[in-house]
T-cell receptor, first 113, second 115 residues
Framework: DQQVKQNSPSLSVQEGRISILNCDYT??????FLWYKKYPAEGPTFLIS?????DKNEDGRFTVFLNKSAKHLSLHIVPSQPGDSAVYFC????????????FGKGTRLHILP | GAGVSQSPSNKVTEKGKDVELRCDPI?????LYWYRQSLGQGLEFLIY????????KSGLPSDRFSAERTGGSVSTLTIQRTQQEDSAVYLC?????????????FGNGTRLTVT
């Protein structure tokens, strides 16, 4: 039972354009959502998070949008840069229940020159 | 080095042998996780330690897998009688506490190959 789903295994975007990575979840108890970025042979690194009391959080080129009614979140990267090529993981947790963080399968983003 | 440290970085073992993977979390972090990433797969939750609470072992795939966290710091993941399907990158992560604004800090993982 996959509670966090990233349905696109890969995505290619032209440099300078917007990258949009999508994530769906099934557990209505989730109240904290995160995005991580992973390069080969390295551990994932934290990018940005959002609490369920918000619908948008922005940090530089990265913006996360949360649609609770649709149980959907997305990560926007604009403008996309070559260094953004990596695997992006969506994650979620029921913080108020002190529960574990669950990750999706990831989306590999290729930024094209 | 203030990050999460994992050892060894690579481990090749024969099927049927036992292996131990070590994680040194960031000092003071009370939450510690083990995940694994098999080839082409996402991050699969294995086990979660939070302070002095009983660990959440719900992700361990079989009774061949176990983990300990001694003194609330270093953790060891043990796989007994390894199988080829255990081959994966095993990632450890820690955070200061469970809660908002406490994202996980990951180590670089241990790549386990069972031959």
């Amino acid at each position: 039972d996959q509670q966090v789903k990233q349905n696109s295994p890969s995505l290619s975007v032209q440099e300078g354009r917007i990258s949009i990575l999508n994530c769906d979840y099934t557990n209505s108890m989730f109240d904290y959502f995160l995005w991580y970025k992973k390069y080969p042979a390295e551990g994932p690194t934290f990018l940005i998070s959002i609490s369920s009391i918000k619908d948008k959080n922005e940090d530089g080129r990265f913006t996360v949008f949360l649609n609770k009614s649709a149980k959907h979140l997305s990560l926007h990267i604009v403008p996309s840069q070559p260094g953004d090529s990596a695997v992006y993981f969506c994650a979620a947790s029921a913080v108020n229940r002190d529960d574990k963080i669950i990750f999706g399968k990831g989306t590999r983003l290729h930024i094209l020159p | 080095g203030a990050g999460v440290s994992q050892s060894p970085s690579n481990k090749v073992t024969e099927k049927g042998k036992d292996v131990e993977l070590r994680c040194d979390p960031i000092s003071g972090h009370t939450a510690l996780y083990w995940y694994r990433q098999s080839l082409g797969q996402g991050l699969e939750f294995l086990i979660y330690f939070q302070g002095n609470s009983a660990p959440d072992k719900s992700g361990l795939p079989s009774d061949r897998f176990s983990a300990e966290r001694t003194g609330g710091s270093v953790s060891t993941l043990t796989i007994q009688r390894t199988q080829q399907e255990d081959s994966a990158v095993y990632l450890c992560a820690s955070s200061p506490r469970q809660g908002n604004n406490s994202p996980l800090h990951f180590g670089n993982g241990t790549r386990l190959t069972v031959t």
